[in-house]
Structure formats: structure tokens, C-alpha cells
């Protein structure tokens, strides 16, 4: 059974950092590629960041509103993704997503775990 089980969000003050991690379970989580997308009340789903596989490099690629502030980050050993976020912004508000994803293969979701950035 295929499971990604997201922990570490929360409430924290503007410029505060959290790390959320993605557990993955069921699948070769090695060969796929990871990401995490955010979802704020109100406006569509968008992708956050993302980690290739190491086939590929584990290369990253980050949405502009985070780069230079988050950090997406993989253990294959222990078949967990991060995301190390710093110099949080009330806008960063939302529920953030991890994605598990390969070419013919399917795609995976976890359940969403909540970040509030507030005073």
C-alpha cells in the first residue's frame, strides 16, 4: 500500500522556519521524483519545489516566491523528503503537499499537512 505521510507543519511567526517531512512507503521511492506543491484558501494548487532522483542527480528546482528561503532535501535510506523552510512569509500560508512522481508511472499524493505563518 502506497503511503506519503506529511508532518512538521504548524504556526509560526513571520520570519520563523519549519521543516516538513514527507514519509513515503509502498513504492521505490529512489527512482522517483519528489515535490511539494502548497494550496491557499481560495487559489489553486502550485508546486513548491521538487528533487529528481538520484539517477538524475537529485537535482532541485524551486518556485521564485521560495528560492533563496526554502530548501528541498532527500534521504533515500530512510524514504523521506524535507523541506526546510526559512524566513517564513504570511503568504506562505497554505497546505503544503508532498508528490511522489515517475514517467509511466502513477503519481502520488500525501494528505496535506497545514503551515500558518502569523503574528
Known amino acids: 500500500q502506497v503511503q506519503l505521510v506529511e508532518s512538521g507543519g504548524g504556526l509560526v511567526q513571520p520570519g520563523g522556519s519549519l521543516r516538513l517531512s514527507c514519509a513515503a512507503s509502498?513504492?521505490?521511492?529512489?527512482?522517483?521524483?519528489m515535490n511539494w506543491y502548497r494550496q491557499a484558501p481560495g487559489k489553486e494548487r502550485e508546486v513548491v519545489a521538487g528533487?529528481?532522483?538520484?539517477?538524475?542527480?537529485?537535482?532541485?528546482t524551486y518556485a521564485d516566491s521560495v528560492k533563496g528561503r526554502f530548501t528541498i532535501s532527500r534521504d533515500n535510506a530512510k524514504n523521506t523528503v524535507y523541506l526546510q523552510m526559512n524566513s517564513l512569509k504570511p503568504e506562505d500560508t497554505a497546505v503544503y503537499y508532498c508528490?511522489?512522481?515517475?514517467?509511466?508511472?502513477?503519481?502520488?499524493w500525501g494528505q496535506g499537512t497545514q503551515v500558518t505563518v502569523s503574528s
Open positions: 528533487i529528481a532522483s538520484s539517477s538524475f542527480g537529485s537535482s532541485t
Open positions: 508528490n511522489a512522481v515517475r514517467r509511466y508511472s502513477t503519481t502520488y
Open positions: 509502498g513504492f521505490t521511492f529512489s527512482s522517483y521524483t
